[in-house]
Protein backbone atom coordinates (compact mmCIF):
# COMPACT_ATOMS: atom_id res chain seq x y z
CA UNK A 1 0.00 0.00 0.00
CA UNK A 2 1.14 3.35 -0.79
CA UNK A 3 0.70 7.09 0.30
CA UNK A 4 -2.90 6.67 -2.46
CA UNK A 5 -5.86 6.35 0.12
CA UNK A 6 -7.79 3.07 -0.46
CA UNK A 7 -10.84 2.35 -1.84
CA UNK A 8 -13.00 -0.61 -0.57
CA UNK A 9 -15.67 -0.93 -2.74
CA UNK A 10 -18.81 -3.20 -2.68
CA UNK A 11 -20.23 -4.57 -5.70
CA UNK A 12 -24.00 -5.94 -5.09
CA UNK A 13 -24.56 -6.92 -8.65
CA UNK A 14 -27.95 -8.27 -8.72
CA UNK A 15 -28.62 -8.34 -5.26
CA UNK A 16 -31.14 -6.43 -2.78
CA UNK A 17 -34.19 -6.11 -1.93
CA UNK A 18 -35.34 -2.72 -0.73
CA UNK A 19 -35.59 -3.96 3.74
CA UNK A 20 -32.07 -5.85 3.19
CA UNK A 21 -30.50 -3.60 0.94
CA UNK A 22 -31.07 -0.22 2.98
CA UNK A 23 -30.17 -2.22 6.15
CA UNK A 24 -26.91 -3.18 5.12
CA UNK A 25 -26.41 0.23 4.13
CA UNK A 26 -27.42 1.71 7.53
CA UNK A 27 -24.88 -0.80 9.14
CA UNK A 28 -22.03 0.14 7.18
CA UNK A 29 -22.70 3.90 7.43
CA UNK A 30 -23.29 3.50 11.44
CA UNK A 31 -20.12 1.29 11.89
CA UNK A 32 -17.66 3.77 9.67
CA UNK A 33 -19.00 6.39 12.57
CA UNK A 34 -18.08 4.31 15.54
CA UNK A 35 -16.03 0.83 15.81
CA UNK A 36 -14.63 1.58 12.04
CA UNK A 37 -13.67 5.18 12.46
CA UNK A 38 -10.01 4.26 12.55
CA UNK A 39 -10.40 2.26 8.77
CA UNK A 40 -12.68 5.39 7.76
CA UNK A 41 -9.90 7.61 8.73
CA UNK A 42 -7.63 5.81 6.15
CA UNK A 43 -9.92 4.93 3.51
CA UNK A 44 -13.01 5.35 1.26
CA UNK A 45 -15.94 2.99 1.17
CA UNK A 46 -18.35 3.15 -1.80
CA UNK A 47 -21.29 1.23 -1.94
CA UNK A 48 -22.88 0.04 -5.42
CA UNK A 49 -26.41 -1.56 -5.40
CA UNK A 50 -28.59 -2.39 -8.32
CA UNK A 51 -30.14 0.66 -9.71
CA UNK A 52 -33.28 0.20 -8.09
CA UNK A 53 -31.79 1.00 -4.66
CA UNK A 54 -29.38 3.89 -5.59
CA UNK A 55 -31.95 6.63 -4.26
CA UNK A 56 -32.95 4.65 -0.97
CA UNK A 57 -29.78 3.94 -0.31
CA UNK A 58 -27.93 7.74 -1.28
CA UNK A 59 -31.12 9.08 0.81
CA UNK A 60 -30.65 6.81 3.97
CA UNK A 61 -26.71 7.29 4.07
CA UNK A 62 -26.83 11.32 3.37
CA UNK A 63 -24.41 12.87 5.64
CA UNK A 64 -22.34 9.93 7.02
CA UNK A 65 -18.98 8.88 5.88
CA UNK A 66 -20.57 5.89 3.13
CA UNK A 67 -20.46 7.15 -0.36
CA UNK A 68 -22.90 4.98 -3.25
CA UNK A 69 -22.29 4.50 -6.57
CA UNK A 70 -23.99 2.97 -9.76
CA UNK A 71 -22.59 -0.43 -11.32
CA UNK A 72 -23.24 0.67 -14.77
CA UNK A 73 -24.45 3.33 -17.41
CA UNK A 74 -25.25 4.13 -20.43
CA UNK A 75 -22.57 5.78 -22.82
CA UNK A 76 -25.14 8.51 -23.64
CA UNK A 77 -26.74 11.60 -21.31
CA UNK A 78 -30.24 10.73 -22.42
CA UNK A 79 -32.65 9.37 -25.35
CA UNK A 80 -34.16 6.44 -26.66
CA UNK A 81 -32.64 3.97 -24.54
CA UNK A 82 -35.34 1.46 -23.06
CA UNK A 83 -33.99 0.03 -19.74
CA UNK A 84 -31.01 2.13 -19.37
CA UNK A 85 -29.62 4.48 -16.75
CA UNK A 86 -27.22 7.63 -17.65
CA UNK A 87 -24.19 8.67 -15.78
CA UNK A 88 -26.01 12.21 -15.10
CA UNK A 89 -29.13 10.17 -13.71
CA UNK A 90 -26.76 8.87 -10.93
CA UNK A 91 -25.15 11.70 -10.40
CA UNK A 92 -28.75 13.65 -9.49
CA UNK A 93 -29.37 10.34 -7.08
CA UNK A 94 -26.21 11.59 -5.74
CA UNK A 95 -23.33 8.93 -6.94
CA UNK A 96 -20.03 9.55 -6.96
CA UNK A 97 -18.93 6.73 -8.86
CA UNK A 98 -19.65 4.17 -11.61
CA UNK A 99 -18.79 1.00 -12.13
CA UNK A 100 -18.05 0.50 -15.89
CA UNK A 101 -16.44 -2.72 -18.23
CA UNK A 102 -17.58 -5.31 -15.27
CA UNK A 103 -16.58 -8.85 -16.72
CA UNK A 104 -20.39 -9.49 -16.26
CA UNK A 105 -21.11 -6.83 -18.71
CA UNK A 106 -18.22 -7.27 -21.26
CA UNK A 107 -20.13 -10.89 -21.25
CA UNK A 108 -23.45 -10.57 -20.65
CA UNK A 109 -24.19 -7.95 -22.85
CA UNK A 110 -21.39 -8.18 -25.44
CA UNK A 111 -19.61 -4.64 -24.06
CA UNK A 112 -16.53 -4.09 -25.75
CA UNK A 113 -12.98 -1.62 -25.09
CA UNK A 114 -14.62 0.72 -27.47
CA UNK A 115 -18.11 0.67 -25.17
CA UNK A 116 -16.65 0.80 -21.58
CA UNK A 117 -14.09 3.57 -23.08
CA UNK A 118 -17.30 5.87 -24.64
CA UNK A 119 -19.49 4.67 -20.73
CA UNK A 120 -15.91 5.83 -18.96
CA UNK A 121 -16.02 9.28 -21.04
CA UNK A 122 -19.88 9.50 -20.34
CA UNK A 123 -19.07 9.01 -16.43
CA UNK A 124 -16.34 12.04 -16.77
CA UNK A 125 -18.58 14.27 -18.57
CA UNK A 126 -21.29 13.78 -15.56
CA UNK A 127 -18.21 14.50 -12.52
CA UNK A 128 -18.35 10.68 -11.82
CA UNK A 129 -15.49 9.03 -11.17
CA UNK A 130 -15.61 5.60 -13.22
CA UNK A 131 -14.43 2.66 -11.92
CA UNK A 132 -12.82 0.80 -14.87
CA UNK A 133 -12.68 -2.72 -14.94
CA UNK A 134 -10.37 -4.95 -16.77
CA UNK A 135 -9.17 -8.74 -16.23
CA UNK A 136 -8.26 -11.69 -18.29
CA UNK A 137 -10.07 -14.99 -18.38
CA UNK A 138 -8.47 -18.84 -17.53
CA UNK A 139 -8.38 -19.18 -20.82
CA UNK A 140 -6.14 -15.63 -21.32
CA UNK A 141 -3.64 -17.05 -18.33
CA UNK A 142 -3.46 -20.31 -19.50
CA UNK A 143 -1.94 -19.40 -22.77
CA UNK A 144 0.25 -16.82 -21.03
CA UNK A 145 -1.74 -13.66 -22.52
CA UNK A 146 -2.79 -12.00 -18.92
CA UNK A 147 -0.30 -9.44 -19.25
CA UNK A 148 -0.96 -8.65 -22.85
CA UNK A 149 -4.90 -8.80 -22.43
CA UNK A 150 -5.21 -6.48 -19.63
CA UNK A 151 -2.44 -3.64 -21.05
CA UNK A 152 -5.28 -4.14 -24.46
CA UNK A 153 -8.23 -3.60 -22.01
CA UNK A 154 -6.40 -0.83 -19.88
CA UNK A 155 -5.24 1.18 -23.45
CA UNK A 156 -8.74 0.93 -24.72
CA UNK A 157 -10.93 1.23 -21.86
CA UNK A 158 -9.09 4.23 -20.85
CA UNK A 159 -10.93 7.80 -21.66
CA UNK A 160 -9.77 10.77 -23.05
CA UNK A 161 -9.36 13.11 -20.07
CA UNK A 162 -8.47 10.63 -17.70
CA UNK A 163 -6.56 11.32 -15.34
CA UNK A 164 -4.31 9.85 -11.84
CA UNK A 165 -7.51 10.96 -9.60
CA UNK A 166 -10.69 11.13 -12.02
CA UNK A 167 -10.68 7.48 -12.58
CA UNK A 168 -10.15 4.27 -10.80
CA UNK A 169 -8.97 0.71 -12.37
CA UNK A 170 -10.66 -2.66 -10.73
CA UNK A 171 -8.18 -5.59 -11.87
CA UNK A 172 -10.66 -7.89 -11.71
CA UNK A 173 -9.16 -11.79 -12.89
CA UNK A 174 -12.19 -13.33 -14.71
CA UNK A 175 -11.58 -16.59 -13.48
CA UNK A 176 -11.46 -15.35 -9.56
CA UNK A 177 -15.30 -13.76 -9.70
CA UNK A 178 -17.39 -15.66 -7.21
CA UNK A 179 -15.52 -19.03 -7.45
CA UNK A 180 -13.29 -18.91 -4.08
CA UNK A 181 -10.33 -18.95 -6.12
CA UNK A 182 -7.09 -15.48 -5.66
CA UNK A 183 -4.41 -15.42 -8.00
CA UNK A 184 -1.06 -15.51 -5.95
CA UNK A 185 0.33 -12.42 -4.01
CA UNK A 186 3.19 -12.12 -7.20
CA UNK A 187 0.76 -12.65 -10.00
CA UNK A 188 -1.31 -9.54 -8.10
CA UNK A 189 1.75 -7.76 -7.79
CA UNK A 190 2.75 -8.18 -11.06
CA UNK A 191 -0.47 -7.66 -12.77
CA UNK A 192 -1.15 -4.27 -10.98
CA UNK A 193 2.43 -2.94 -11.59
CA UNK A 194 2.07 -3.59 -15.47
CA UNK A 195 -1.12 -1.63 -14.96
CA UNK A 196 0.61 1.08 -13.31
CA UNK A 197 2.91 1.12 -15.75
CA UNK A 198 0.68 0.97 -18.54
CA UNK A 199 -0.99 4.39 -17.07
CA UNK A 200 2.63 5.98 -16.82
CA UNK A 201 2.39 5.65 -20.30
CA UNK A 202 -0.90 8.12 -20.66
CA UNK A 203 -0.60 9.89 -17.55
CA UNK A 204 2.89 10.91 -16.92
CA UNK A 205 3.28 11.51 -12.85
CA UNK A 206 -0.12 11.31 -12.42
CA UNK A 207 -0.25 7.57 -12.49
CA UNK A 208 1.38 8.16 -9.23
CA UNK A 209 -2.18 9.12 -8.02
CA UNK A 210 -4.40 6.45 -9.93
CA UNK A 211 -6.39 4.27 -7.49
CA UNK A 212 -6.07 0.11 -8.90
CA UNK A 213 -8.49 -2.02 -6.91
CA UNK A 214 -8.12 -5.48 -6.81
CA UNK A 215 -10.82 -7.96 -7.24
CA UNK A 216 -12.18 -11.38 -7.45
CA UNK A 217 -12.96 -13.67 -4.39
CA UNK A 218 -12.22 -11.42 -1.74
CA UNK A 219 -13.09 -12.25 2.10
CA UNK A 220 -11.94 -11.33 4.92
CA UNK A 221 -9.51 -14.26 5.34
CA UNK A 222 -7.47 -13.04 2.30
CA UNK A 223 -8.04 -9.13 2.41
CA UNK A 224 -5.11 -8.39 4.53
CA UNK A 225 -2.59 -10.35 2.18
CA UNK A 226 -4.44 -9.10 -1.29
CA UNK A 227 -4.85 -5.63 0.65
CA UNK A 228 -0.73 -5.82 1.39
CA UNK A 229 0.36 -6.05 -2.19
CA UNK A 230 1.97 -2.59 -3.21
CA UNK A 231 0.13 -0.82 -6.37
CA UNK A 232 -3.01 -2.49 -4.74
CA UNK A 233 -5.12 0.77 -3.52
CA UNK A 234 -8.22 -1.21 -2.14
CA UNK A 235 -10.56 -3.66 -3.41
CA UNK A 236 -14.04 -4.43 -5.52
CA UNK A 237 -15.78 -6.94 -3.31
CA UNK A 238 -19.05 -8.51 -4.63
CA UNK A 239 -20.29 -11.89 -2.52
CA UNK A 240 -18.42 -10.36 0.57
CA UNK A 241 -19.87 -7.00 0.07
CA UNK A 242 -23.34 -8.47 1.16
CA UNK A 243 -22.61 -8.88 4.65
CA UNK A 244 -21.92 -6.12 6.61
CA UNK A 245 -19.66 -7.59 8.85
CA UNK A 246 -17.42 -9.15 5.97
CA UNK A 247 -17.53 -5.90 4.15
CA UNK A 248 -16.49 -4.42 7.93
CA UNK A 249 -13.45 -6.94 8.20
CA UNK A 250 -11.90 -6.52 4.71
CA UNK A 251 -11.94 -2.70 5.28
CA UNK A 252 -10.51 -3.23 8.49
CA UNK A 253 -7.98 -5.38 7.22
CA UNK A 254 -6.37 -3.23 4.53
CA UNK A 255 -3.66 -1.01 5.59
P1 LIG B 1 -16.67 -11.69 -5.83
O1 LIG B 1 -16.06 -10.86 -4.71
O2 LIG B 1 -18.02 -12.25 -5.48
O3 LIG B 1 -15.71 -12.70 -6.36
O4 LIG B 1 -16.97 -10.67 -7.04
C1 LIG B 1 -15.97 -9.81 -7.45
C2 LIG B 1 -16.55 -8.84 -8.38
O5 LIG B 1 -16.96 -9.17 -9.49
C3 LIG B 1 -16.67 -7.45 -7.93
O6 LIG B 1 -16.98 -6.60 -8.97
Redesign the pocket.
Given at each position: MSARRALI?G?W?MNGLRADGLDLARALAAWLDGEGSEAAARLDMLVCPPATLVAPVASVIAGTRLTVGGQDCHAQEKGAHTGDVSAWMLKDLGCGHV?VG???RRTDHGETDETVRAKAAAALAASLVPII?IGETEAERDAGQALAVVSRQFNGSLPEGATGTNVVI?Y?PVW?????RTPTTEDVAEMHQRIRADARACLGDGADALRVLY?????PGNAAELMGIADVDGA??????LKAADFQAIASACP
Open positions: ANKIHSECAEAIGTGGGSVKLVGGAS
